[in-house]
């Protein structure tokens, strides 16, 4: 029974203290809680906080964002090591907002992954189609390509080391809805694809990005 894992990403939002205000009232709402594991991800300015408010319960905390390089002249990049010395276990790569804004590459997604497992970080690997993607009819294609290009590239025994987020961009902020049927079938597409990248490993487990208001439908899906 793969174990579920609830990953909140902050994105480009609060600050220290808010950060600090959050798990005040967040700690005493999942103190207990044994049905999943929680992963925060705060912005880099706001890990040590996140980390130090955390201590003592089962919350991990998550880097956004990683480079595939341990160091170097990288102006404004954070590199494993640096995430997993303030105290992250996790890290979110390939990011719709990564893939688009940014440009990150399938190619990127991979080396990324690698040095983040190199550095005892567990990489949550984002993977989705867009909504012109979906429209025209493209979603299994795309989403072949970014495992291929991407946890695809990786060995057996780091591949089981990752969990894998399907993340419909189509579905992100638009008012369309992304059915668990439909996140059901994205799942199965990419554990075909890992069954045939590395029939050696199990799969690793496969979540869903949504809206807080889609949530308790999905679960109960």
């Known amino acids: 029974m793969r174990r579920r894992v609830i ?47 955390a201590k003592g319960s089962s919350i991990a905390i998550a880097g956004q964002n990683v480079s595939w390089s341990k160091e170097g002249a990288f102006t404004g990049e954070v590199s494993a090591p640096m995430l997993a010395e303030a105290g992250c276990r996790y890290v979110i790569i390939g990011h719709s907002e990564r893939r688009q804004l940014f440009r990150e590459t399938d190619d990127n997604v991979a080396k990324k992954s690698l040095m983040a497992l190199e550095s005892g970080l567990t990489p949550i690997v984002c993977l989705g189609e867009t909504q012109e993607d ?73 979540g869903f990005s949504m809206a807080a208001a889609s949530s308790l439908t999905i679960f109960r899906g």
């Open 7 to 53: 990953a909140g990403n902050w994105k480009m939002y609060k600050t220290l203290a808010d950060t600090r205000a959050f798990f005040s009232s967040f700690l005493p709402l999942v103190t207990g809680a044994k049905h999943c594991d929680i992963v925060v991800a705060p912005p880099f300015t706001a890990i040590s906080a996140a980390v130090e408010a």
């Open 134 to 206: 979906r429209d025209a009819g493209l979603t299994k294609q795309v989403l072949s390509r970014q495992f291929n290009g991407g946890p695809g590239a990786l060995t057996p025994e780091e591949f089981s080391r990752i969990l894998i987020a399907y993340e419909p961009v189509w579905a992100i902020g638009t008012g369309r809805t992304a059915t668990p049927e439909i996140a059901a079938e994205a799942h199965r597409l990419l554990r075909r694809c890992a069954g045939r990248s590395s029939p050696s490993a199990m799969p690793p487990p496969s």
